[in-house]
C-alpha cells in the first residue's frame, strides 16, 4: 500500500484567529479589556474574581464569563457582585471564540471596563485558543507545587502575567514563590509575577492596580466613545 504525504502549509486555526483579532479590536474600541484566566482546576479563579469585584466596588465595572464541564457552580458566587454568565462545554477542556460570543450576547454584550473569561481549568488544550483577549493570565496556587511552568510551558510562554495564589498557605506547604518565579521567567522572560490571598485581600491591590495600568496601555489609545462609533 503507497502512502502519500500532502503539505498543506497552512495555519489551520488562521479563520479562528481572524476572528480573534476581529473581535479583540471591537471590544477595544468600545472600551473593554478582555482577560483570559488561566490555571488548573482548583487555583482559586473565582476567588481572585469575587476579591476583585469587591475591590472595585462603585469604581470599575467588570462582567464574567465562567466556563466549566458542568454545573453554574461559580457563576452563582459571582452573580451577586457582577454580571456572570455560565459558559458549559459539556465536557470539551476549554473554552473557544463561539461560546464566548454566545456568552457576552447572553449579558446583553455589556459595555464594562473589564470582561473576565474564566476559562476551564486546565493547563493544556486552553492555552492553543484565543479567545479576543487583551491579555492572558495564568494562576498558580501554592498548594499545586512550584514546577508547573517547565511541566506546562506552552501556557507560560503564551501569558503576558502570572498570579500566584494562596500565599497565606506559604508557611504549610513545599511551595517556592523565587522558585516557581525563575522558572516561569526562563520561558517567558517578560512575564509579570504578582502573589495575592483572596482571602485576606494580601496583593489584591496591586492585582487591580496592574490591570487598570493594563487598561491604560491597551484600550485608551483605541478607545472610541460611543458617539464616534
Same mark, same amino acid.
Not at 488561566?38 to 464574567?64: D, I, N, Q
Given at each position: 500500500?503507497?502512502?502519500?504525504?500532502?503539505?498543506?502549509?497552512?495555519?489551520?486555526?488562521?479563520?479562528?484567529?481572524?476572528? +480573534?483579532?476581529?473581535?479583540?479590536?471591537?471590544?477595544?474600541?468600545?472600551?473593554?479589556?478582555?482577560?483570559?484566566?488561566? @490555571?488548573?482546576?482548583? @487555583?482559586?479563579?473565582?476567588?481572585?474574581?469575587?476579591?476583585?469585584?469587591?475591590?472595585?466596588? #462603585?469604581?470599575? @465595572?467588570?462582567?464574567?464569563?465562567? #466556563?466549566?464541564?458542568?454545573?453554574?457552580?461559580? $457563576?452563582?458566587?459571582?452573580?451577586?457582585?457582577?454580571?456572570?454568565?455560565?459558559? &458549559? &462545554?459539556?465536557?470539551? *477542556?476549554?473554552?473557544?471564540?463561539?461560546?464566548?460570543?454566545?456568552?457576552?450576547?447572553?449579558?446583553?454584550?455589556?459595555?464594562?471596563? /473589564?470582561?473576565?473569561?474564566?476559562?476551564?481549568?486546565?493547563?493544556? *488544550?486552553?492555552? @492553543?485558543?484565543?479567545?479576543?483577549?487583551?491579555?492572558?493570565?495564568?494562576?498558580?496556587?501554592?498548594?499545586?507545587?512550584?514546577?508547573?511552568?517547565?511541566?506546562?510551558?506552552?501556557?507560560?510562554?503564551?501569558?503576558?502575567?502570572?498570579?500566584?495564589?494562596?500565599?497565606?498557605?506559604?508557611?504549610?506547604?513545599?511551595?517556592?514563590?523565587? +522558585?516557581?518565579?525563575?522558572? $516561569?521567567?526562563?520561558?517567558?522572560?517578560?512575564?509579570?509575577?504578582?502573589?495575592? *490571598?483572596?482571602?485576606?485581600?494580601? #496583593?489584591?491591590?496591586?492585582?487591580?492596580? /496592574?490591570?487598570?495600568?493594563?487598561?491604560?496601555?491597551?484600550?485608551?489609545?483605541?478607545?472610541?466613545?460611543? #458617539?464616534?462609533?
Amino acid at each position: 500500500m503507497n502512502t502519500r504525504v500532502l503539505s498543506v502549509r497552512r495555519d489551520i486555526q488562521a479563520e479562528q484567529k481572524a476572528d +480573534a483579532a476581529a473581535e479583540r479590536e471591537r471590544l477595544g474600541r468600545r472600551g473593554t479589556l478582555v482577560i483570559n484566566l488561566l @490555571s488548573s482546576p482548583g @487555583s482559586g479563579k473565582t476567588s481572585l474574581l469575587e476579591a476583585t469585584a469587591r475591590h472595585w466596588a #462603585g469604581r470599575r @465595572s467588570m462582567a464574567v464569563l465562567v #466556563g466549566d464541564l458542568e454545573t453554574d457552580r461559580d $457563576a452563582q458566587r459571582l452573580a451577586p457582585l457582577v454580571p456572570v454568565a455560565q459558559l &458549559t &462545554t459539556g465536557g470539551a *477542556c476549554h473554552l473557544e471564540l463561539p461560546l464566548v460570543q454566545r456568552g457576552l450576547q447572553a449579558l446583553g454584550d455589556p459595555a464594562v471596563d /473589564f470582561l473576565f473569561i474564566e476559562n476551564v481549568g486546565n493547563l493544556v *488544550c486552553p492555552a @492553543s485558543h484565543d479567545l479576543a483577549e487583551h491579555l492572558r493570565v495564568v494562576l498558580i496556587s501554592t498548594t499545586e507545587g512550584d514546577d508547573k511552568p517547565g511541566k506546562y510551558p506552552k501556557m507560560f510562554r503564551t501569558s503576558q502575567a502570572m498570579v500566584v495564589t494562596k500565599q497565606d498557605l506559604l508557611p504549610h506547604v513545599p511551595f517556592s514563590i523565587e +522558585a516557581v518565579t525563575e522558572d $516561569a521567567l526562563k520561558i517567558q522572560p517578560e512575564l509579570n509575577v504578582l502573589t495575592t *490571598c483572596a482571602i485576606d485581600n494580601s #496583593g489584591i491591590q496591586e492585582w487591580c492596580e /496592574f490591570l487598570e495600568q493594563q487598561y491604560q496601555e491597551k484600550i485608551e489609545s483605541v478607545y472610541e466613545p460611543a #458617539g464616534n462609533q
